[in-house]
């Protein structure tokens, strides 16, 4: 990279870490945040007091039936969640379209006019929340994409696939900045301050917007004398210019080469297919289902962790607070465990290829072999957890959080690494979109199977459980038909992806 060498890339990933970690990915920290929500009396007239043995009242705050409020809350947690995936195809396509900057003050103005809105509301106000939580969480998803992929992960090479789930993971850890803002609420410190230091913090998004990210995209292979940054908007524009070819073309070309550095001439260089072609395909389809159901799985636990835990705990509202501090505590070890996932795609990737050169089988089967590790340990950690998160037993609940962490750490890092890999670099944004859109009408899902369990079943979630955890199974059709096609395409050379 002439000119701006490591110690500007270096700073490009620790300010992007930052962003996902304090900004991105707040919304799943909702458990925390309706905590303070109930405390401020949030929709609190939808209770209804119980009476006593005599007809007594005077415990009706500790007796009331909050079912009404519950599914206020997680009517609004499934609106958020939708948005934050749903709107993630129209923001990927703006992001393609108008590239960077304009995706990124997109993103800054949704997320301060989010974080102003909770700041000024109150009890009697509770209704913006249906707004507010929806911009924030697509504000959140286009800091994360403005970051993946064909941006700051392809800085780094060989090290793409753990870059993207570093982020990842440091998106699923921001979760944990509502902890604090409970913590702070508890000590004291108002709810709106809390917010509107959020808000504040937008003057630092926009900074890092000019003078840290590239306007357009960083292209996958990287010249070498790709500039960036406020000092090279000229050569930006220049670089820009020349074509970039997809990710395939380019492992074709310089990955499937020969030692001698002759290519085998086995694989013909391909046109690039349409968008739909790849969008159609079995492997996108068999994707979605695994991102689908485990997905559903995390929003569904999230979403109903303050009424399980209010049950669990038999409504003592102090084990209540300190099993939600616990729960969020475990989040912020996203950004830890997120890494390992992409480490282990990068070196299989590298032991792949180096096998691929030696046998001549096809650069994009050997890539696509280094992803399948990844998906089914991915779907083993959602069996765990799920399994775990369907035993009524409060001090079990430790270890729920733990496996839903790491899961949901490889969940979204995985997705993230394996669109890159498997299918062109041209086509990620409109495809991580596109399945982040489906996914989420899955997980609109989470309300009724919600109101289920706290009207017809009372409050018993055992026969939601057992079919989700059945649901769970299917998801390791995906690695096996992933297995299936590389191993195919490795015993014929010829085979084109």
Not at 253 to 264: M, Q
Not at 406 to 435: C, D, I, M, Q, W
Not at 449 to 470: A, H, S
Request: with cysteine; aromatic share 12%.
């Amino acid at each position: 990279m002439a000119g701006q060498g490591l110690p500007l890339r270096v700073a490009t990933l620790l300010t992007g870490l930052l962003e996902c970690l304090g900004f991105a990915g707040v919304l799943f920290g909702w458990a925390s945040l309706v905590f303070v929500f109930k405390k401020e009396q949030y929709f609190k007239e939808l209770c209804e007091p119980h009476a006593g043995p005599l007809g007594n009242l005077s415990n009706a705050t500790e007796q009331a039936d909050c079912k009404a409020q519950d599914e206020r809350f997680s009517l609004i947690f499934t609106l958020a969640s939708f948005m934050n995936n749903f709107m993630t195809f129209p923001t990927g396509y703006i992001f393609d379209r108008f590239k960077t900057t304009v995706a990124r003050l997109i993103a800054i103005f949704l997320y301060t006019c989010a974080t102003l809105m909770i700041a000024f509301t109150s009890a009697g106000s509770a209704v913006l929340l249906f707004l507010a939580m929806p911009l924030l969480a697509v504000g959140g998803i286009l800091f994360l994409i403005t970051n993946l992929q064909v941006w700051v992960g392809n800085l780094f090479g060989k090290h793409r696939s753990t870059i993207i789930t570093l982020y990842n993971g440091a998106f699923d850890s921001s979760s944990a900045v509502f902890l604090i803002i409970k913590l702070l609420y508890e000590n004291g410190i108002p709810l709106r301050a809390s917010f509107i230091f959020l808000s504040v913090c937008s003057i630092w998004h926009v900074g890092r917007t000019f003078l840290l990210m590239p306007r357009g995209h960083i292209p996958y292979p990287l010249p070498p004398d790709y500039s960036y940054g406020q000092c090279s908007a000229r050569g930006i524009r220049k670089n820009e210019k020349k074509p970039v070819e997809p990710e395939n073309r380019e492992l074709q070309s310089e990955e499937l080469s020969s030692p001698n550095g002759e290519h085998p001439g086995l694989v013909p260089r391909q046109e690039p297919r349409s968008f739909w072609r790849y969008a159609l395909s079995r492997r996108f389809a068999c994707h979605l289902l695994w991102l689908s159901v485990i997905q559903l799985w995390h929003y569904l636990f999230i979403g109903f962790l303050n009424s399980l835990l209010t049950t669990l705990a038999a409504r003592d509202v102090v084990l209540v607070s300190a099993y939600t501090n616990a729960f969020a505590i475990t989040q912020f070890f996203g950004v830890l465990c997120a890494p390992w996932n992409g480490l282990l795609m990068d070196r299989l990737k590298q032991k792949y290829q180096k096998e691929a050169r030696k046998t001549g089988s096809p650069a994009w089967a050997a890539t696509l072999c280094s992803t399948v590790p990844s998906l089914a340990l991915t779907s083993l950690l959602c069996l765990g957890f799920a399994l775990c998160a369907s035993v009524p037993v409060l001090p079990l609940q430790y270890a729920t959080f733990i496996l839903q962490v790491v899961s949901r750490s490889f969940l979204y890092g995985g997705n993230a690494a394996f669109l890159t890999v498997a299918f062109p670099s041209e086509h990620f944004g409109k495809l991580f979109g596109l399945v982040m859109a489906l996914s989420a009408i899955v997980s609109l899902l989470q309300f009724p199977i919600f109101t289920l369990i706290k009207g017809p079943l009372q409050d018993d979630p055992l026969y939601v459980n057992v079919t989700l955890v059945l649901a769970t199974l299917l998801t390791f059709v995906h690695p096996f038909l992933v297995y299936r096609e590389c191993r195919a395409a490795t015993g014929s050379p010829s085979a084109t992806m």
